[in-house]
C-alpha cells in the first residue's frame, strides 16, 4: 500500500488552491483545468474526486499536480498538458507539433461523412492534416474509404503517424505544400481545416493559441483559395470539397466556390451558431 506522508493535502485542499492559483493567471476555466489536472495524475475520473474529497494526496501525487497546475498557469493549454484529448469518437496525442484539435472541426468531419454517404471504398483527401484528427475520423466512420492526408510539417505529419498507430486506423500520410497544387487523384472528397486566421490577427489571440499552438497552423495567407482552386483538377466527376473557415470568411469561400463550378454550396454553422463549413460538388 502506498505511504501517505503527512503534508495536509486532500483532494478537496489541492483542487481549492489549484482553482484559485488559476484564477489568478487568468484561465477561463481554471476549475475545470484543476479537476481535469488532478484526475490525471490520479488515474481518477473527475466524479470519482468528488467522492473522494478527504482523500490525502502522497508527497509524489502532489508534486507532479503542482507541475502540472503550473504549466497550465503558464497558459499552456490544457490539452497540451494533459497530452490526450478526444475528437468525435477517438482520443489523439495532443503536443506543440501540431493544432489542437477543435469541436468546430468535428463539424466538417460531419459534413464530410454526408457527403461520402453511399460511396463505396472512396479516396479522401485531408489537406494540411496536422495531428492527423480529421483523416483518422473520416477513416473511423467510414472505414472503407481510403484516406490520405498531407501536411508540410513534418512535426505536425510526425505526430499525426503515431496517431493513426495509436488508434490503429490505416490512413496514408505524405509530406506536401498545398501552394504547389494537390496530388494528383481522382479524389471523391478533398477536406481541409486551413490555416485561416490573418496574420494580423495572432497578436491578439489568447495566449495558448498565440504561445503554444504552431502558427504555421494558424495562418497561411491564401490557403483557403488554393485549396479550393487545387481542388478542382484532383477531383473525381462528382467529388466535393469540405472546408473549414473562419468566422466572417464562408460567404466569400462559398462564393469561389460558385465561381469555381462546384454545385450544391452549403454553408454549416458550428455548434456556437459560427458560419463555418463550406462545402460543394463538382458536376
Ligand atoms: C488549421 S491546421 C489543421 C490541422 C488539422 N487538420 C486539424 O483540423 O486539427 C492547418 C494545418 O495546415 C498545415 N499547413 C500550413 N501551411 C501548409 C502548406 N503550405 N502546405 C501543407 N500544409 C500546410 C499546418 O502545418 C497545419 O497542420
Same mark, same amino acid.
Given at each position: 500500500?502506498?505511504?501517505?506522508?503527512?503534508?495536509?493535502r486532500t483532494i478537496g485542499s489541492v483542487l481549492r488552491r489549484s482553482t484559485?492559483y488559476l484564477?489568478?493567471?487568468?484561465?477561463?476555466?481554471p476549475r475545470l483545468d484543476a479537476e481535469r489536472l488532478l484526475s490525471k495524475v490520479l488515474g481518477l475520473e473527475r466524479i470519482e474526486l468528488y467522492?473522494a474529497l478527504?482523500r490525502?494526496l502522497t508527497?509524489?501525487e502532489l508534486e507532479v499536480a503542482r507541475e502540472l497546475v503550473?504549466?497550465r498557469?503558464?497558459?499552456?493549454?490544457l490539452?497540451?498538458v494533459l !497530452?490526450? +484529448?478526444?475528437?468525435?469518437?477517438?482520443?489523439?496525442?495532443?503536443?506543440?507539433?501540431?493544432?489542437?484539435?477543435?469541436?468546430?472541426?468535428?463539424?466538417?468531419?460531419?459534413?464530410? &461523412?454526408?457527403?461520402?454517404?453511399?460511396?463505396?471504398?472512396?479516396?479522401?483527401?485531408? @489537406?494540411?492534416?496536422?495531428?492527423?484528427?480529421?483523416? &483518422?475520423?473520416?477513416?473511423?466512420?467510414?472505414?472503407?474509404?481510403?484516406?490520405?492526408?498531407?501536411?508540410?510539417?513534418?512535426?505536425?505529419?510526425?505526430?499525426?503517424?503515431?496517431?493513426?498507430?495509436?488508434? !490503429?486506423?490505416?490512413?496514408?500520410?505524405?509530406? !506536401?505544400? &498545398?501552394?504547389?497544387?494537390?496530388?494528383? $487523384?481522382? +479524389?471523391?472528397?478533398?477536406?481541409?481545416?486551413?490555416?485561416?486566421?490573418?496574420?494580423?490577427?495572432?497578436?491578439?489571440?489568447?495566449?495558448? @493559441?498565440?504561445? +503554444?499552438?504552431?502558427?504555421?497552423? &494558424?495562418?497561411?495567407?491564401?490557403?483557403?483559395?488554393?485549396?479550393?482552386?487545387?481542388? @478542382?483538377? @484532383?477531383?473525381?466527376?462528382? #467529388?466535393?470539397?469540405?472546408?473549414?473557415? !473562419?468566422? #466572417?470568411?464562408?460567404?466569400?469561400?462559398?462564393?469561389?466556390?460558385?465561381?469555381? $463550378?462546384?454545385?450544391?454550396?452549403?454553408?454549416?454553422?458550428?455548434?456556437?451558431?459560427?458560419?463555418?463549413?463550406?462545402?460543394?460538388?463538382?458536376?
Amino acid at each position: 500500500m502506498t505511504s501517505i506522508e503527512p503534508n495536509g493535502r486532500t483532494i478537496g485542499s489541492v483542487l481549492r488552491r489549484s482553482t484559485d492559483y488559476l484564477v489568478a493567471r487568468g484561465s477561463e476555466t481554471p476549475r475545470l483545468d484543476a479537476e481535469r489536472l488532478l484526475s490525471k495524475v490520479l488515474g481518477l475520473e473527475r466524479i470519482e474526486l468528488y467522492m473522494a474529497l478527504d482523500r490525502p494526496l502522497t508527497s509524489s501525487e502532489l508534486e507532479v499536480a503542482r507541475e502540472l497546475v503550473v504549466r497550465r498557469g503558464a497558459r499552456e493549454p490544457l490539452q497540451y498538458v494533459l !497530452g490526450v +484529448w478526444g475528437f468525435r469518437r477517438l482520443t489523439l496525442n495532443v503536443d506543440p507539433r501540431a493544432l489542437i484539435p477543435r469541436p468546430e472541426t468535428e463539424t466538417l468531419v460531419e459534413r464530410a &461523412l454526408l457527403l461520402l454517404t453511399g460511396r463505396d471504398a472512396p479516396r479522401v483527401l485531408d @489537406v494540411g492534416t496536422g495531428s492527423g484528427a480529421i483523416a &483518422l475520423a473520416v477513416k473511423d466512420e467510414h472505414p472503407d474509404a481510403r484516406v490520405s492526408g498531407f501536411d508540410f510539417s513534418p512535426d505536425a505529419l510526425a505526430l499525426a503517424s503515431e496517431n493513426a498507430a495509436l488508434t !490503429g486506423l490505416a490512413v496514408d500520410l505524405f509530406r !506536401g505544400d &498545398l501552394f504547389d497544387g494537390l496530388p494528383i $487523384g481522382p +479524389w471523391d472528397l478533398v477536406v481541409s481545416n486551413p490555416p485561416y486566421v490573418d496574420a494580423s490577427d495572432v497578436p491578439n489571440l489568447e495566449p495558448e @493559441v498565440r504561445d +503554444w499552438e504552431p502558427h504555421e497552423a &494558424l495562418t497561411a495567407d491564401g490557403a483557403i483559395a488554393a485549396v479550393a482552386r487545387g481542388a @478542382v483538377g @484532383v477531383l473525381a466527376d462528382d #467529388g466535393g470539397i469540405v472546408l473549414e473557415v !473562419g468566422a #466572417g470568411q464562408a460567404e466569400a469561400a462559398a462564393d469561389l466556390l460558385e465561381e469555381l $463550378g462546384f454545385q450544391d454550396v452549403r454553408v454549416t454553422p458550428d455548434l456556437r451558431g459560427v458560419d463555418r463549413v463550406v462545402e460543394g460538388v463538382r458536376p
